[in-house]
T-cell receptor, first 116, second 117 residues
Framework: DTGVSQNPRHKITKRGQNVTFRCDPI?????LYWYRQTLGQGPEFLTY????????KSRLLSDRFSAERPKGSFSTLEIQRTEQGDSAMYLC??????????????FGPGTRLTVL | AQKVTQAQTEISVVEKEDVTLDCVYE???????LFWYKQPPSGELVFLIR??????QNEISGRYSWNFQKSTSSFNFTITASQVVDSAVYFC??????????????FGEGTQLTVNP
């Protein structure tokens, strides 16, 4: 396993369109996280899954955002009716199950979204 | 609420100089973890180190060293004999240490380090 992968790496879309991103975590990791990073800022937490259950969502995750992790493997993040303010890098991370180093998160390369 | 502050937005040094990146954190938890990540121009965050709140021993890994001082809520990162390849954005991060929670990471705003030849 070569690490966390994310697709696509870049996405350009017009305002109002829907977009979906995919994240494949490290295979033995049961925890999966989504973060958003805008230019010049640190990543901000969006949501977290343990296996297929979405256990926590940030208030940053508006109604237009939805995330899923069917079968506890890969995850998708969908943004509906995109706005220019959604332009950012969307990062996915995974971490092992306790009692391993469960808060040592390994990040993917990110999906850069540009909303025109 | 948790907060991480990296007061240095940008640092520029000449190769072979030593450089220290500052990190100050706030948390009400008594048990927590601190991290440093490196983000090179390619964009992928690279994990560098994790320390728990009960272990205040300083750590050295090659040219990297970390100074954790609970009394001042600081977790500073020093690169000795810097190299051009060290040029990147460095993030300090904090998480609570509860196995049943998400252990979300709270990041600072990052320090852009530029090492000039």
């Amino acid at each position: 396993d070569t690490g966390v992968s994310q697709n696509p790496r870049h996405k350009i879309t017009k305002r109002g369109q829907n977009v979906t991103f995919r994240c494949d975590p490290i295979s033995e990791h049961n925890r999966l996280y989504w973060y958003r990073q805008t230019l010049g800022q640190g990543p901000e937490f969006l949501t977290y899954f343990q296996n297929e259950a979405q256990l926590e969502k940030s208030r940053l995750l508006s109604d237009r955002f939805s995330a899923e992790r069917p079968k506890g493997s890969f995850s998708t993040l969908e943004i509906q009716r995109t706005e220019q303010g959604d332009s950012a890098m969307y990062l996915c991370a995974s971490s092992p199950k306790p009692p391993g180093p469960y808060n040592e998160q390994f990040f993917g390369p990110g999906t850069r979204l540009t909303v025109l | 609420a948790q907060k991480v502050t990296q007061a240095q937005t940008e640092i520029s040094v000449v190769e072979k100089e030593d450089v220290t990146l500052d990190c100050v954190y706030e948390t009400r938890d008594t048990t927590y973890y601190l991290f440093w990540y490196k983000q090179p121009p390619s964009g992928e965050l690279v994990f560098l180190i994790r320390r728990n709140s009960f272990d205040e021993q300083n750590e050295i890994s090659g040219r990297y060293s970390w100074n954790f001082q609970k009394s001042t809520s600081s977790f500073n990162f020093t690169i000795t004999a810097s190299q051009v390849v060290d040029s990147a954005v460095y993030f300090c991060a904090l998480s609570e240490a509860v196995e049943t929670s998400g252990s979300r990471l709270t990041f600072g705003e990052g320090t852009q380090l530029t090492v000039n030849p």
